[in-house]
């Protein structure tokens, strides 16, 4: 049991460089389907892929238009990475944004792409709950060999349960967080559009429709679980990097 327990631990950690693989390519591709097939229209194609010149980055990727899904799943004031090759553009919120703020926008998704962001806290999540597994079964058994009642060991497992589930929630939390960060950073430092990204995350701030959990920062626990860091501190270290710059 514990070779088993091992080897699904090792392979857990091999996993994210496996997701970028080209073998899952048919699984994203029908994964992707979901948020629209529909490619981007000539003029922002060619809007995108002089910024990923500009950005350096030469991979292979598939540029859509998102579907009335996306939009309900992700907000419709977005952009989104997807895997490793699909970038997703809300077209008609796209073309309220000025030049500066679409360029910054574009800029941090491809740094997604070009980073492997996705693949990597998918694997990365993929790990946690492998080792999340790990753990609670361990634990369990140190339970139920120190305690024999049940009405004892059962709420304590239900108890390690909740604990290491939490746990794997705030660890995944955290490190999307570093990653929009380090997106942002780049695209700003790239792209030299540290002014649009002031100006993206404003209006993002004004704008009711994006209200979804992952921008609910008003208690301590909501803060820790957020996926992403808050507009007023994106746009705070941007403006460090303004002033640095
Ligand atoms: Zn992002």
């Not at 060619?46 to 009335?68: A, C, F, P, Y």
């Not at 108890?159 to 490190?175: Q, R, Y």
Request: with cysteine; charged share 25%.
């Amino acid at each position: 049991m514990r070779k088993i327990a091992a080897f699904i631990f090792i392979f857990g950690a091999f996993h994210a460089p496996l997701q970028c693989s080209s073998i899952i390519k048919p699984i994203t591709d029908y994964l992707a389907k979901d948020y629209g097939t529909t490619p981007l229209d000539n003029v922002h194609q060619q809007q995108v892929r002089s910024i990923m010149k500009e950005m350096g980055i030469t991979k292979s990727i598939d540029l859509r238009k998102s579907n009335w899904k996306a939009k309900a799943v992700f907000g419709r004031n977005n952009a989104f990475a997807l895997y490793d090759r699909y970038l997703y553009l809300s077209d008609s919120f796209f073309d309220e944004l000025s030049k500066e703020e679409q360029r910054f926008l574009i800029g941090h998704e491809l740094s997604h792409l070009k980073y492997n962001h996705i693949p990597i806290r998918l694997g990365f999540s993929f790990f946690l709950w492998i080792l999340a597994m790990f753990l609670f079964w361990n634990v369990s058994r140190k339970i139920r060999e120190k305690i024999s009642r049940r009405s004892i060991t059962i709420p304590l497992r239900i108890g390690s349960a909740f604990l290491l589930g939490f746990g794997m929630n705030v660890c995944n939390a955290t490190l999307s967080r570093i990653h929009e960060r380090q997106a942002d950073v780049e695209s700003a430092r790239c792209l030299d559009c540290s002014q649009g990204g002031i100006e993206f995350f404003c209006r993002l701030e004004k704008s009711a429709t994006i209200l979804t959990p992952q921008y609910d920062y008003s208690t301590k626990f909501k803060r820790l679980v957020a996926s992403h860091p808050s507009n007023d501190e994106r746009k705070q270290y941007i403006n460090e990097l303004n002033n640095k710059g």
